[in-house]
């Protein structure tokens, strides 16, 4: 769980729009917002590289240090380009270390699954995060999740993902499934039996044909 939080520098921007905003970009820095707690919006720039760095380990909270005023934000929403790859824009939401907050926390599946010893078995994931409720102090960066005991079945539910703390407080649905262990051999046992009848009746077909021929 996230212990220390890291401050980053940032700076107001006062011109706004996609223009200015790319202008941002090429400079080497990321617009963001940050709103929240009864107060107006505030738009600002701060350095890519720095930031991405703790946005890529997964670091949710931060002590940002706009033009000198600090305040304690949380990361709410990442916006990216068309592709889908490269982060564009970030909101961070305004907050009090004593407050309980909504976050999604990554999921890592550690362990050898028990039902992948079974002939056929194949390891179906579900969701990659789970929504839950904790204090702004208590964030985790992501939960391990153990399936050594997943067994064919017997699926790993979000429900079944053991949290952390006990004041946390589980929002995703219980039953949305984590991780699943399924047989393939029958499904493809049926498929072949198909297409076994299928080239099985050619015979027949052909044989009628001939026994016509032959009467003529």
Request: glycine fraction near 8%; proline fraction near 4%; aromatic fraction near 4%.
């Amino acid at each position: 769980m996230s212990h220390e939080t890291p401050v980053l520098s940032a700076r107001k921007r006062e011109r706004l729009g996609s223009r200015y905003a790319r202008r941002v970009r090429d400079a080497g820095n990321l617009p963001a917002v940050v709103y929240g707690h009864k107060q107006d919006p505030v738009s600002i720039s701060m350095d890519a590289k720095e930031t991405l760095g703790h946005i890529y380990k997964g670091v949710k909270l931060f002590s940002l240090d706009i033009e000198g005023e600090e305040q304690i934000v949380l990361l709410k929403d990442l916006q990216y380009d068309y592709l889908g790859t490269n982060i564009m824009h970030m909101d961070f939401a305004r907050v009090d270390l004593t407050e309980r907050v909504n976050v999604r926390v990554p999921l890592h599946l550690i362990g050898d699954a028990e039902g992948l010893k079974t002939s056929g078995a194949l390891l179906i994931s579900g969701i990659a995060e789970i929504e839950l409720e904790c204090l702004v102090t208590n964030l985790p960066e992501f939960i391990e999740v153990d399936i050594s005991g997943l067994d064919v079945g017997d699926p790993m539910t979000a429900g079944k993902v053991q949290l952390p703390l006990d004041t946390m407080v589980l929002l995703t649905d219980p039953e949305t499934l984590v991780a699943n262990i399924v047989i393939q051999a029958a499904e493809e046992t049926d498929e072949e039996a198909q297409v076994a009848g299928a080239e099985g009746s050619e015979p027949e077909v052909l044989t009628q044909k001939k026994d016509e021929a032959d009467s003529e």
